[in-house]
């Protein structure tokens, strides 16, 4: 069966907690027996959830007395408490405790413990969210989504770099995934000076670089990983995911307001239902902080149990495709091409 596989799983991040994450990691458990999921928290309100769940022996408890909460300044946080399940879990990584850690809770809080505890990659300079999306032609990956916002050329390089790795690992039959800088517009000309500054450094790479690509490019296939500096992408992210859900009440209201239209929606309905499957952040399960020495899946703070279940599965298969060993790899292969 292979070395068992230990994931730390953040019993107190996100909306729901903790009744959320432990009914995932109680799902993901199941499924899989040759993972061991150790629940990170208030050890009495975990059990209490647990007593709920019939949870299966491959699940243990590390006690964390503290929570920082959504509304916490991160970095801070990080430093007062100590003993907080995202803190915990971040140094449990750096022991090697666990071979991965999922939070659905503070994303600067989880990005700064991990950063902190377990380190940055040898030759990695910032750590970047890389977070799946769905579009015309099928998943893409969308890299920084707000890990930094403070951005160099050499950032935005190294994202492509990681987060090509991560493509191949998750979608292997794509030999040679396409890369685009998201930009004001398509011209070389275009964009701030660290824009152009990156493009030529990904022109000169062994990457599949097509250039920059716009706005209207994020959903529409043209290219399977999108690069953008942390500020930028987690703005872009933040509107798609609210026209996604706006577009979805709007049509339940148009529906609401017509006897024909609820007739209609019968024979749409099977459509409709797949394509809100396709929209859903539950499926993806959540973003892949790139470039720390260890496995750090960030999910979204309203994450229900499947998609806390979806974000374990995004760190075994990580883990089983080495993805750091991966990244190593090829920032070297790129530091000697230069």
């Not at 907690?17 to 458990?29: D, H, N, Y």
């Not at 790479?205 to 290219?223: A, R």
């Not at 995004?314 to 230069?338: F, P, T």
């Amino acid at each position: 069966m292979g070395d068992i596989i230990k994931i730390g799983v953040d019993a107190f991040g996100g909306d729901y907690a903790p009744k959320e994450p432990v009914a995932g990691a109680v799902l993901a458990a199941k499924e899989n027996p040759r993972i061991h999921i150790i629940l990170i928290g208030r050890k009495k309100d975990i059990e209490r959830e647990l007593g709920k769940n019939a949870a299966p022996e491959n699940i243990s408890i590390q006690d964390a007395s503290e929570v920082i909460e959504m509304y916490d300044a991160p970095a801070m946080s990080v430093r007062r408490k100590k003993n907080s399940s995202i803190v915990v879990g971040a140094q449990m990584l750096k022991d090697k405790k666990i071979d991965a850690f999922v939070s659905a809770g503070n994303t600067g809080a989880v990005v700064s413990a991990a950063t902190l505890k377990a380190r940055l990659l040898p030759g990695v300079e910032r750590p970047g969210l890389a977070i799946v999306i769905p579009t015309l032609a099928g998943p893409a990956v969308m890299i920084d989504v707000g890990a930094s916002i403070e951005t160099k050329p050499s950032h935005l390089f190294q994202y492509a770099i990681m987060a090509d790795a991560y493509y191949r690992i998750m979608w292997p039959q794509k030999d040679s995934p396409r890369i685009g800088l998201l930009n004001i517009g398509e011209e070389d000309s275009k964009g701030l000076d660290f824009h152009k500054k990156a493009a030529a450094m990904l022109k000169k790479s062994s990457l599949n670089f097509i250039g920059n690509v716009e706005g209207k490019h994020i959903y529409s296939g043209d290219c399977d990983i999108i690069i953008a500096d942390g500020f930028v992408g987690n703005v872009a992210l933040k509107i798609s995911e609210s026209v996604a859900e706006v577009v979805i009440k709007m049509f339940k209201r148009e529906i609401k307001s017509s006897f024909l239209a609820k007739i209609g929606v019968l024979f749409m309905l099977p459509a409709f239902n797949q394509l809100k499957k396709r929209i859903d952040y539950s499926e993806y399960g959540g973003a892949l902080l790139l470039g720390i020495n260890g496995i750090c899946v960030i999910g979204h703070g309203r994450s229900n149990a499947k998609a806390v279940k979806s974000a374990i599965s995004v760190a075994i298969k990580e883990i089983e495709g080495k993805i750091n060993g991966r990244i190593l790899e090829k920032l070297s292969l790129e530091d000697k091409e230069e």
